[in-house]
């Protein structure tokens, strides 16, 4: 995520996005911006020839709030993602189909994608590579996480989870590190490409004035 | 038979840097993340290096080509600075590494 504020980091991590060659990406921002920071945001990165969407990370302690900030921001926001701090909090936000993907502090130790949130998850499973820089001994949780997820058919989404323009990695790169940690080549590619995408297509379809629920669209409005 | 991988190296604040300082980095990336057993079977190598342009062709075995592209991914920092190294293209001669 760059500085949103600063310009000038976001011109460059979208030039380093193209480079990389990325079309598109969800880029989490902060709740309180403004529409016109967020346009801004989306033209600078159209100059660089990239689509931006905009994703939220909702990070909070129990059910409760979890519930008010997803009837709060689900409409808002194009992907919507939960960062799961504890075991109950995983599985309501697993269970629950307003959220996209859930992902786990590799660092916490006491909670982790376990074969009971896999079950019921309706969710994608993120898995962060920059969490990989920090501590080598993560990957033996991450190839857990993974094998668990493709037990129960969990979809997994690989992303750089990147802070600044220097962590942003090639797709390529990332279904590279996918497939060492453990998944095929079908579902490392689609990790980083066809899930997301697939992601990001039913979401604006929901965001769409004809979508009405699932399976339901408005076919023609008589005045 | 090897598979070559075209590496180029960003960064911020790194104006100059050398094969050796490459070489350095990733020999340690790999050994890091895939051990010394990883550095033997993967074998990488580095074949050329491009101090004007910071590209390098790397070499390793045939289907390794992944773990050392994951190694590279996973490289961050070179002599002190920020990087991100970023694989450009991978192709089975340095040739068509050379004139693509």
Redesign the interface.
Known sequence: MPRVEDEQSCIKTAQMLKAAGYRAVALTLPTGLLKDRVRSLRNHFANSGIELFVRIDISCANRQELLRLLRRFRNVYDVVAVRCVNHTLGLVAARDRRVDIIFFDPLKRNVWFDHSIANVSRAALELNVSSLYSESILITKLMKEIDIARQHKVRIVLSSGCTSPLMIRTPEQLSAIGMVLGLNVRQASDGVSAIPWSIIEQNVERRSKEYVEDGVRVAKRVN | MRRYLLI?I???NLTALSGEQFNDALLSSVR??FGEIGVSTIAPKLLRFDPHRFEAIVGCQKSR???L??A???I?EIAGS???A??VR?SGTIKSLVTS
């Open positions: 180029r960003y960064s911020d890091k993340y080509e992944k773990e592209q994951a590279v991914a996973l961050r920020s990087v991100a970023l694989t991978i």
